[in-house]
């Protein structure tokens, strides 16, 4: 069966080349909502850490109509560290739109995604976004386009994808590149006219492949997959299996099976093949899984997802101040979310600890973890986490690190800085670029040299700069980098900081916190510039005399404290701290809160 009546599609790009707001404008232009109806921007990004951060982190599905043809739409992040989303979405698509920026051009997401959409063989248009922009260099960006495609070895047919030129703020869309367009009627004909119908087979046995889960708490967990071959209908019996693990299977019925129409779930009586479908009633499925007919058990394979490059130790909350501000604290409910989240992030790995109270997070990066880590915090676990670490490998007895591909875009007069820095990370220079007044760098760094890096390269940049990166690949062991050459201030003892002890503990360095603010012996309460820490006691209260002066305490004035962020805070934080997480509070504490004993650990690791 040929089925002229629909295409399946992913978008996918860098982050901030507008893949989200070229949706809005087709969805409005496909006849998803009314003339009148008030719709918000970057509709697609429902979840409230996607509006706040203008991110789009889970990919997500949705649909147009154009000309009596159905285009099933699949959303993705275009951050390196949710990557894992883009991967398995490309196995419901047959076709990709590849969003480049009209001034940046091909970034290293672009290089990542484009890659994993060539290895599927699948059909290619390069859609040049932003093309209003006042600093458009259309031409460079389609050669830097073919250059790269030519660097990833794409086929003569992938070679000759054709190019549509749009503003997806605007929502036009043009095939000449020096003619402006009026609406998005040329992308969705080349659309139509590049990706060919797709051939299937309707009258085999039921197939179809998982590529992502939700949940709602009415049917519980809700699978969502193209279905291959067949037909499916609601209450049919089926199996569910996975190409990897053959042995385990788990009869079931699809309970409700729903088709996407815009951006609603409508409820339907049969999907045949080629159909983007979610359905209930399986409670044990998982991405990757394949739904079979009873009678016919043939898993599909999946797509293989990249390995985690970067690990963190999530444990129970046992700071002084554990169980005030949470509602889930124990070893237990942390487990079970942990767990829960490998169902339906791909990216993620979870592994038991020695310790009964920890577990062992792996994930893409530092953006992978935090957003965890801030979902967690939301939903009103407790918890504390260590530093990030790589995950090295061995191969052949040489010790192999994870090597990410930075792109620096910096101010002409600002890049030696940048060198300078990236010379103490053991970064390599590949390209340097002039872009009119701006530099593009672009280096292969160790993933752990940009811990911590973001918040000196913005310095170094004065606030001008724009670095991306993505994983390169694994090469051997670039040798010791000092991470941190700053000191912290640690709370002497437990109790309320006061602007006494505040104001003679600022003269040490940058303080974390204000007067008023409960502290415990052990936390760090602000960062000292030299190599060190030092303890200091800000709850120490002026001695009281027999002399009284009005004005003397409104003298004391205290510098605003740094506030840290999520980020900033995983950042900062050293291989003898923990970052605890409340709901209310994220405050950075030392391992060992007792001074003494820290002080005799130090000197034992010396001696050691």
Do not use: W
């Amino acid at each position: 069966m040929i089925r002229n009546d629909l295409r399946n599609i992913a978008i996918i790009a860098h982050v901030d080349h507008g893949k989200t707001t070229l949706v809005d404008q087709m969805l409005k232009q496909g006849g998803t909502f009314r003339d009148n109806q008030v719709v918000a921007d970057r509709v697609m990004d429902s979840g409230a850490l996607e509006r706040e951060r203008g991110i789009t982190i889970l990919a997500k599905n949705t649909s147009v109509h154009y000309n009596g043809v159905k285009i099933n739409i699949v959303d993705t992040p275009g951050h390196a560290d949710f990557s894992g989303e883009v991967e398995r979405s490309l196995k419901m698509v047959s076709g990709v739109l590849i969003l480049v920026d009209a001034a940046e051009g091909p970034m290293p997401q672009t290089r990542f995604v484009m890659q994993k959409a060539l290895e599927l063989g699948l059909k290619l248009i390069i859609v040049v976004n932003k093309v209003d922009r006042p600093d458009a260099r259309i031409p460079e960006v389609i050669d830097e386009v073919l250059e790269l495609l030519m660097d990833l070895d794409a086929t003569d047919d992938q070679l000759e994808s054709p190019f549509v030129f749009c503003s997806g703020r605007a929502g036009t869309a043009s095939l000449d590149q020096n003619v402006a367009g009026s609406d998005l009627t040329p992308l969705f004909d080349t659309v139509l006219s590049h990706f060919p119908p797709l051939e299937l087979d309707e009258t085999g046995a039921l197939q179809i492949l998982v590529s992502s889960i939700d949940y709602n708490e009415y049917v519980g967990r809700i699978g969502i997959g193209r279905i291959e071959r067949g037909v499916a209908k609601p209450n049919s019996e089926v199996i569910a299996c996975n190409y990897n693990h053959g042995d385990t299977r788990v009869r079931g019925k699809l309970v409700n099976l729903y088709e996407i129409e815009g951006l609603e779930r409508v409820p339907c009586e049969q999907a045949i093949a080629g159909d983007i479908v979610c359905f209930s009633g399986l409670e044990k499925i998982n991405i990757g899984d394949t739904v079979c007919a009873a009678d016919c058990v043939e898993p599909v394979a999946f797509v293989k997802i990249t390995e985690p490059t970067v690990e963190m130790i999530f444990s129970v909350n046992d700071s002084p101040f554990a169980g005030k501000e949470g509602k889930f604290v124990t070893t237990r409910h942390l487990r079970d979310r942990l767990y829960r989240e490998l169902l339906r992030d791909v990216s993620l790995r979870v592994e038991d600890t020695d310790s009964a109270d920890a577990f062992r997070v792996s994930g893409r990066g530092e953006m992978h973890l935090s957003i965890l880590i801030e979902t967690m915090r939301r939903e009103g676990y407790e918890f504390q986490v260590s530093s990030p670490k790589v995950l090295y490998k061995e191969i052949d007895g040489t010790v192999y690190e994870p090597v990410e591909r930075l792109i620096a875009d910096v101010p002409g007069d600002l890049t030696g800085p940048v060198f300078q820095s990236m010379g103490q990370r053991k970064g390599e220079l590949l390209h340097m670029t002039a872009m009119g007044s701006r530099m593009r760098l672009e280096f292969l760094v160790p993933a752990r040299g940009l811990f911590g890096y973001k918040s000196e390269f913005l310095t170094d940049t004065k606030g001008e700069g724009v670095m991306n990166s993505v994983f390169f690949e694994y090469q051997p062991y670039k040798g010791e980098i000092q991470r941190r050459e700053s000191g912290s201030l640690v709370a002497f003892e437990t109790g309320e900081a006061v602007t006494y002890g505040l104001f003679n503990a600022q003269a040490r360095g940058i303080l974390f916190i204000d007067a008023g603010t409960p502290v415990y012996e052990g936390m760090v309460v602000g960062v000292s510039p030299k190599e060190g820490d030092i303890n200091v006691n800000i709850c120490k209260t002026k001695h009281l005399t027999n002399t009284r002066s009005s004005s003397s305490d409104d003298a004391l004035r205290l510098i605003p404290p740094k506030r840290m962020s999520l980020e900033e805070a995983l950042e900062f934080i050293g291989d003898d701290e923990l970052l605890e997480v409340t709901p209310q509070n994220v405050r950075v504490r030392k391992r060992i809160l007792d001074g003494e004993l820290r002080a005799k650990a130090r000197a034992k690791a010396k001696i050691q």
